[in-house]
T-cell receptor, first 112, second 115 residues
Framework: GEDVEQSLFLSVREGDSSVINCTYT??????LYWYKQEPGAGLQLLTY?????DMKQDQRLTVLLNKKDKHLSLRIADTQTGDSAIYFC????????????FGTGTQLKVEL | DGGITQSPKYLFRKEGQNVTLSCEQN?????MYWYRQDPGQGLRLIYY???????QKGDIAEGYSVSREKKESFPLTVTSAQKNPTAFYLC??????????????FGPGTRLTVL
C-alpha cells in the first residue's frame, strides 16, 4: 500500500544545512517530489527525482534517494529565514497515473 | 501570465449549505485535481479529472461533487453531506494523467470555515 512518512518538525540556525527526511513504502514509485508550502499558500514545486536516480542537485537543494531503504531526503544548504515553511514529499506510483501520495509535511523553522 | 487561480481565498458557510469553490487554469493542462488539507496531515485527494467531461473519485470523495465542462475549469461543490468541511482546499493541474512524472502545479488555496 501507499504510505509516506515525515517527521513533523525541524529547527535549524540560519546558515546551517537542513536535512528533511521522508520514507515511503511503495516500491513501484516512479517519481518523488518535494514541495514547499508557506503559511496560507498553495504548494510550490521545489524539485523532483526519477526513481532510477540516486541524487539530484539544484543550487542549494540536494535530493538523495535510497531506493533500497525507500528513503528520500532534501538537503538545503545555507538555510535562510525565507526557507521557513512546511515541506512535503510526495510519490507517484507506476500504473497510478499522476496521482500523488503526500507525506504529512515537515515544518522547518529557521532561527537567527 | 499562466497559472492556477482559486476563489474565494476565504469562504464561510453555515451548516446545511452547499458551497462551490472555483478553480481556473490557463496552462492548457489536461488533468486537474482537488485536495483537502487538515492541520498535521498531508494532502488528501478528493476528485481528479483527466479530461473534459470526465472525473474520478479520489480517496475522500464523500460529501463532495465536481464538474469538468471546460478544460480550464474544475469547480468543487462541498455539500451539506460533508460532515466536517472546515479545511484548506487546494486545486492542482498537470499536463496529462499518464505514466507519472507530470508535475502538478497548485493554486493558492481556499480556506473554508463552517460556522
Amino acid at each position: 500500500g501507499e504510505d509516506v512518512e515525515q517527521s513533523l518538525f525541524l529547527s535549524v540556525r540560519e546558515g546551517d544545512s537542513s536535512v528533511i527526511n521522508c520514507t515511503y513504502t511503495d516500491s513501484s514509485s516512479t517519481y518523488l517530489y518535494w514541495y514547499k508550502q508557506e503559511p496560507g499558500a498553495g504548494l510550490q514545486l521545489l524539485t523532483y527525482i526519477f526513481s532510477n536516480m540516486d541524487m539530484k542537485q539544484d543550487q542549494r537543494l540536494t535530493v538523495l534517494l535510497n531506493k533500497k531503504d525507500k528513503h528520500l531526503s532534501l538537503r538545503i544548504a545555507d538555510t535562510q529565514t525565507g526557507d521557513s515553511a512546511i515541506y512535503f514529499c510526495a510519490e507517484s506510483i507506476k500504473g497510478g497515473g499522476n496521482k500523488l501520495t503526500f507525506g504529512t509535511g515537515t515544518q522547518l523553522k529557521v532561527e537567527l | 501570465d499562466g497559472g492556477i487561480t482559486q476563489s474565494p481565498k476565504y469562504l464561510f458557510r453555515k451548516e446545511g449549505q452547499n458551497v462551490t469553490l472555483s478553480c481556473e487554469q490557463n496552462l492548457n493542462h489536461d488533468a486537474m485535481y482537488w485536495y483537502r488539507q487538515d492541520p498535521g496531515q498531508g494532502l488528501r485527494l478528493i476528485y481528479y479529472s483527466q479530461i473534459v467531461n470526465d472525473f474520478q473519485k479520489g480517496d475522500i470523495a464523500e460529501g463532495y461533487s465536481v464538474s469538468r465542462e471546460k478544460k480550464e475549469s474544475f469547480p468543487l461543490t462541498v455539500t451539506s453531506a460533508q460532515k466536517n468541511p472546515t479545511a484548506f482546499y487546494l486545486c492542482a493541474s498537470s499536463i496529462e494523467l499518464a505514466g507519472g512524472g507530470d508535475t502538478q502545479y497548485f493554486g493558492p488555496g481556499t480556506r473554508l470555515t463552517v460556522l
